[in-house]
């Protein structure tokens, strides 16, 4: 159990293109998502939280209106780079929690991850 | 959110056993420990998680001593494919309503 999947797993695109990357949760609800960054040789980077009928929340420095988070439904998250740049090139990680009442767990599952690489 | 410190490398070789310590001077009260596993171009892996004491499965054992100011992640007889990033990471109570803050982990090489 506790699969976490995304799609693409990599994607190459023009820059100022805009890319969906998928993230889906395939045998649990997920009402919390996350989405991390990494660069080559570092270590994750914690972009948003997604929450499932309400607005993301973003950490600082990360710009809401160039990577548009949708969290439609309990087991399905999106992420979008808009008029995405070479700088804009990482690996881009889901991960979701399983809703666990009251055992004071914090263990989040990660999907495959995503390569984006803007030309 | 408690700051973990770790080694930034460590090499062994197959069929030994790998203890990875993991400073974190600073956990709270509610927090808990979780080692995650990540191969290059992958999601990281959940290994093990702990309160106090000790916790054992299939893959590890986490120590935790009583002042749960560090704990050390062993791995038994590590083979070639257990070359990878290892992340300790402390968090708060609540069911991972919160994103993760991940250090630089520790590079763990195997060699033959």
Same mark, same amino acid.
């Given at each position: 159990?506790?699969?976490?999947?995304?799609?693409?797993?990599?994607?190459?695109?023009?820059?100022?293109?805009?890319?969906?990357?998928?993230?889906?949760?395939?045998?649990?609800?997920?009402?919390?998502?996350?989405?991390?960054?990494?660069?080559?040789?570092?270590?994750?980077?914690?972009?948003?939280?997604?929450?499932?009928?309400?607005?993301?929340?973003?950490?600082?420095?990360?710009?809401?209106?160039?990577?548009?988070?949708?969290?439609?439904?309990?087991?399905?998250?999106?992420?979008?780079? !808009?008029?995405?740049?070479?700088?804009?090139?990482?690996?881009?990680?889901?991960?979701?929690?399983?809703?666990?009442?009251?055992?004071?767990?914090?263990?989040?599952?990660?999907?495959?991850? !995503?390569?984006?690489?803007?030309? | 959110?408690?700051?973990?410190?770790?080694?930034?490398?460590?090499?062994?070789?197959?069929?030994?056993?790998?203890?990875?310590?993991?400073?974190?001077?600073?956990?709270?009260?509610?927090?808990?420990? !979780?080692?995650?596993?990540?191969?290059?171009?992958?999601?990281?892996?959940?290994?093990?998680?702990?309160?106090?004491?000790?916790?054992?499965?299939?893959?590890?054992?986490?120590?935790?001593?009583?002042?749960?100011?560090?704990?050390?992640?062993?791995?038994?007889?590590?083979?070639?494919?257990?070359?990878?990033?290892?992340?300790?990471?402390?968090?708060?109570?609540?069911?991972?309503?919160?994103?993760?803050?991940?250090?630089?982990?520790?590079?763990?090489?195997?060699?033959?």
């Amino acid at each position: 159990g506790a699969v976490v999947s995304q799609h693409p797993s990599w994607v190459i695109c023009k820059s100022g293109t805009s890319v969906k990357i998928e993230c889906r949760s395939l045998d649990f609800q997920a009402t919390t998502m996350f989405w991390y960054r990494q660069f080559p040789k570092q270590s994750l980077m914690l972009m948003a939280t997604s929450n499932e009928g309400s607005k993301a929340t973003y950490e600082q420095g990360v710009e809401k209106d160039k990577f548009l988070i949708n969290h439609a439904s309990l087991t399905l998250s999106t992420l979008t780079v !808009t008029s995405a740049h070479p700088e804009d090139s990482s690996f881009y990680i889901c991960s979701a929690t399983i809703p666990v009442i009251d055992r004071g767990e914090n263990t989040q599952y990660f999907g495959p991850g !995503t390569r984006l690489t803007v030309l | 959110l408690a700051k973990t410190t770790q080694p930034i490398s460590m090499d062994s070789y197959e069929g030994q056993e790998v203890n990875i310590t993991c400073s974190h001077n600073n956990i709270a009260t509610n927090d808990y420990i !979780t080692w995650y596993q990540q191969f290059p171009s992958q999601g990281p892996r959940f290994i093990i998680q702990g309160y106090k004491t000790k916790v054992t499965n299939e893959v590890a054992s986490l120590f935790i001593p009583a002042d749960r100011k560090s704990s050390t992640l062993s791995l038994p007889r590590v083979s070639l494919s257990d070359t990878a990033v290892y992340y300790c990471l402390v968090g708060p109570k609540g069911g991972g309503a919160d994103g993760l803050t991940f250090g630089k982990g520790t590079h763990l090489i195997i060699q033959p």
